[in-house]
């Protein structure tokens, strides 16, 4: 991928350099911008963001075509219509850097993806703010992301193990400050509901990497907020059903017995009003309860063994 590449080379070079950071200059047609400074930690989203400020321009993204080279302590990029060794700079077209990240997130490609959803989150305006679904699609696609890397994490061993923690850690505390940022009305339940429910869930991943008080706390407020905008929602909800499972599961860290009554509670009400559910919802109805009866059948198997 594109900006992939590029951060790739970001990061090669600094650690080449064996420097926290560098200076960029972007030369333009007409002038040269110089004194930009690009961190290990940058996104591709940061850097245009800097240049934009620079240029007075609403927004763009970066295009790479050739290689760049390092000089003098400085990176260059150049941009124009033609050249072996360029990054052009070109208009920022929102509806398709959203169909990049569906797609990258169709293919997998959660990294991909995330660079997508900052893209999409650097360049909102007040004239052309974040809708809550697009709010939510960014949230969901760092999550998923973020539940990749905590997987990972789980399957490697120190040093590595160490390195991975910091780099989840990072994930989740970057999704969490642009989810600190959004708003969904109140009257858009289903997508209040999810937007608290994610951010919890990035918040319980956040406790692989670093388990605190503070973030387990954080934790369980947003899922006890979710659950107060949930009242209106029926108990066959999937939105509903998937809080209360990601709640559970949250829950059964340190409380098994109170998971178990969290999902037999929310799978017993649904399945009393399983008849009303709708063609559309009764497929992630009936899954999201599959998912709720796998694991309080984990749940329980585990305190029968321990009680032996």
């Known amino acids: 991928?594109?900006?992939?590449?590029?951060?790739?080379?970001?990061?090669?070079?600094?650690?080449?350099?064996?420097a926290s950071s560098l200076n960029i200059s972007v030369k333009t047609p007409d002038e040269v911008l110089t004194s930009i400074s690009v961190g290990v930690k940058d996104t591709v989203a940061d850097v245009c963001s800097k240049i934009a400020e620079e240029l007075g321009i609403r927004g763009f993204q970066l295009e790479y075509e050739g290689s760049i080279m390092t000089q003098k302590g400085k990176l260059f990029m150049d941009y124009g219509i033609a050249g072996d060794d360029e990054i052009r700079v070109?208009?920022?077209?929102?509806?398709?850097?959203k169909e990049d990240l569906i797609k990258a997130q169709k293919d997998g490609n959660y990294a991909a993806a995330i660079v997508h959803a900052q893209q999409l989150h650097v360049n909102a305006s007040i004239d052309d703010p974040l809708t809550p679904s697009e709010q939510i699609l960014i949230l969901e696609v760092f999550e998923k992301h973020i539940s990749q890397k905590e997987r990972e994490c789980s399957r490697t061993t120190q040093p590595a193990d160490s390195k991975m923690k910091t780099e989840l850690g990072d994930l989740c505390d970057t999704a969490l400050r642009?989810?600190?940022?959004?708003?969904?009305?109140?009257?858009?339940?289903?997508q209040l509901v999810d937007s608290l429910r994610i951010q919890g869930d990035i918040c319980s991943h956040r406790l692989t990497a670093e388990c605190t008080l503070a973030m387990s706390d954080m934790c369980q407020d947003y899922y006890n907020r979710a659950m107060a905008s949930a009242v209106a929602l029926r108990r066959t909800s999937p939105t509903l059903l998937k809080l209360e499972l990601n709640r559970g599961v949250f829950t059964a860290r340190k409380d098994k017995e109170g998971a178990c009554k969290i999902l037999k509670d929310a799978f017993d009400s649904a399945i009393a009003s399983l008849d009303t559910v709708s063609d559309e919802d009764y497929r992630d109805t009936t899954f999201i309860m599959q998912q709720m009866r796998d694991n309080l059948t984990v749940w329980v198997q585990q305190d029968d063994e321990d009680s032996l």
């Open 90 to 97: 070109v208009a920022w077209d929102k509806q398709k850097e």
């Open 178 to 190: 642009m989810g600190s940022t959004y708003k969904i009305p109140v009257d858009a339940t289903s």
């Open 1 to 18: 991928d594109l900006k992939l590449q590029f951060l790739y080379f970001i990061d090669t070079a600094l650690h080449i350099m064996s």
